[in-house]
C-alpha cells in the first residue's frame, strides 16, 4: 500500500514535472518577446527625444529665415540639424533591425518616420547648398521654403512619432488594468 501510494505520488510530481517544464518553453518566448518589445520602445522614446531636438532646430532655422542675422548662424543651425538627422538615421536603421520583434504600433512607428526623415535630411542638403553658394540667400524665398519644409517634416515627423507612441502607452496601461465588463444589476 505503501509503496503504491508512493508510486502514485511519484507519478503525479512527474506529471508536475512534464507541465512545468513544457511551460518555461511559452513562457520564456513570452519573456522573450516582452523584452524585445520592451527594447524597442527605450529606442523609440530616444529616437523621439531627438527628433524633438531636431524639431527645435528646425523651429530655429525656420524662425531666422527673414532676419538680420549672420550666415554663420544659419550654418550653425544647419550642422545641428545635420548631427540630429545623422544620428536619427542611425537610430533608425538600428530600429529597421528590430521591426520583427517589434509590437504593431512600434512598427507603424518605425515605417512612418523614414520619409520624413529622408525629406529633412534632403532639404537641409539643400539648405546647406543654398548658404555655400550665397552667404546672402537666408533673405529670399527659395531659402526661406527649404526652411519651412524642413520645419514641416520635422514638426509631422515628431507629431506622428508622439501620437503612435502614446496610444501604444495608453494600450499597455489600460491592458494592464485587466477591466472586466461592469455588471448591469443595480442600474
Same mark, same amino acid.
Given at each position: ?10 507519478l ?5 514535472l512534464?507541465?512545468?517544464l513544457?511551460?518555461p &518553453? ?5 519573456? #522573450? @518577446?516582452?523584452?524585445a ?7 523609440? @522614446? @530616444?529616437?523621439?527625444i531627438t527628433a ?7 523651429d530655429i $532655422? ?6 538680420? *542675422?549672420?550666415? #554663420? ?5 544647419? &550642422?545641428?540639424?545635420? @548631427? ?10 538600428e ?8 509590437? !504593431?504600433? #512600434? ?12 525629406a ?7 539648405? *546647406?547648398e ?6 546672402g540667400?537666408?533673405?529670399?524665398? +527659395? =531659402?526661406?521654403?527649404?526652411?519651412? !519644409? *524642413? =520645419? !514641416?517634416? &520635422? ?9 503612435? $507612441?502614446d496610444? +501604444? ?5 489600460? !491592458?494592464?488594468?485587466? $477591466?472586466?465588463p461592469?455588471?448591469?444589476e443595480?442600474?
Open positions: 500500500m505503501l509503496l503504491t501510494k508512493k508510486l502514485n505520488m511519484g503525479s510530481g512527474l506529471t508536475l512534464m507541465v512545468a513544457s511551460l &518553453a511559452s513562457a520564456e518566448k513570452s519573456v #522573450q @518577446d516582452a523584452e518589445q520592451r527594447q524597442v520602445a527605450e529606442r523609440l @522614446d @530616444d529616437f523621439k524633438l531636438k531636431l524639431q527645435r532646430h528646425a $532655422l525656420q524662425s531666422h529665415r527673414n532676419s538680420p *542675422i549672420s550666415w #554663420q548662424t544659419h550654418a550653425n543651425q544647419l &550642422a545641428d540639424l545635420t @548631427d540630429h538627422v545623422n544620428e536619427l538615421g542611425k537610430s533608425l536603421s530600429l529597421e533591425a528590430m521591426k520583427s520583434q517589434a509590437s !504593431d504600433s #512600434q512598427r507603424l512607428a518605425i515605417e512612418h518616420v523614414r520619409p520624413h526623415l529622408v529633412i535630411a534632403q532639404s537641409t542638403t539643400r539648405a *546647406i543654398l548658404l555655400n553658394e550665397n552667404r540667400i537666408t533673405r529670399f524665398p +527659395e =531659402y526661406s521654403e527649404v526652411a519651412s !519644409d *524642413i =520645419y !514641416d517634416h &520635422a514638426d509631422t515627423l515628431h507629431t506622428k512619432l508622439d501620437v503612435i $507612441l496610444s +501604444e502607452n495608453s494600450k499597455s496601461r489600460l !491592458d494592464a488594468l485587466e $477591466l472586466q461592469a455588471s448591469s443595480g442600474s
